[in-house]
């Protein structure tokens, strides 16, 4: 298992930009640039170009660990992560219809650099998605997208067969196929409404702040000295 793993984060790493699954398995090596694939694999929605495999990984049907080296961007320090569900077979090449199921919200990865580097990121219980019902025996496949700063995005996927939990088919999982490295953190990812759809937009928050700090900048510098100006003299008289 350490060789197999050692093996894993060692194409991880050649390839520099790409991710790859750990825990619970990995549909197919996708670290792959050739002519027909140009600009790579994994890039290739939805499971970087490897078709559904007959080989599929026991999990549990309560939810479960995913872990994954994501491997990084040159000159990207940060990135998007989504994991994902697509359920059943009915699909292209014998998978999903589709993989529009989130398991978990979006979040950030963060890394210690802009440069490639190896590392390991582990979920220990991911959930299934919200209102899903599942059975031992379904087929599934778990998707992990790791999106750019500039928008592009990598995927890799793991087909899946459920079973009750505590199943002896299900992998183990322990510290060397699922933990969290020093190097990598995370972040959690939120949003501030600005403008609320259907808002006119010459009265809206956002239209205000833009006025006073974009394209009005001499009336921004007398908001500044008429709230900041008598707090500032106030200070300086204490010294005098």
């Not at 050649?14 to 825990?23: E, G, K, R």
């Not at 600009?39 to 290739?44: A, E, L, S, V």
């Not at 921004?220 to 300086?236: E, F, Q, R, S």
């Amino acid at each position: 298992m350490f060789a197999s793993l050692f093996t894993t984060l060692s194409l991880a790493a050649l390839a520099s930009s790409h991710s790859v699954i750990t825990y619970p398995g990995w549909r197919g090596n996708n670290l792959i640039t050739n002519e027909t694939f140009p600009y790579g694999m994994q890039w290739m929605y939805p499971c970087g170009g490897v078709p559904t495999t007959q080989n599929r990984t026991y999990w549990p049907t309560t939810g479960g660990a995913v872990a994954w080296q994501p491997g990084w961007f040159q000159g990207h320090q940060t990135a998007f992560a989504y994991i994902n569900l697509g359920f059943g077979t009915d699909g292209p090449d014998g998978g999903p219809p589709n993989m529009s199921n989130p398991m978990w919200p979006v979040f950030q990865l963060r890394g210690p650099s802009k440069n490639p580097y190896p590392g390991t990121i582990c979920m220990p219980q991911v959930p299934l998605p919200k209102g899903a019902n599942v059975s031992a025996g379904d087929k599934a496949t778990i998707q992990v997208v790791e999106l750019a700063v500039h928008g592009a995005a990598l995927y890799s996927c793991v087909d899946i067969i459920f079973a009750e939990p505590g199943d002896p088919r299900i992998p183990e999982v322990n510290e060397s196929n699922c933990f969290n490295s020093a190097d990598i953190g995370s972040a959690d990812v939120y949003t501030i409404v600005t403008r609320e759809s259907g808002q006119n937009g010459t009265t809206s928050n956002a239209e205000h702040r833009f006025w006073y700090f974009g394209r009005h900048r001499s009336n921004a510098v007398w908001h500044y000295l008429l709230t900041w100006g008598p707090v500032v003299a106030g200070g300086l008289w204490i010294f005098l």
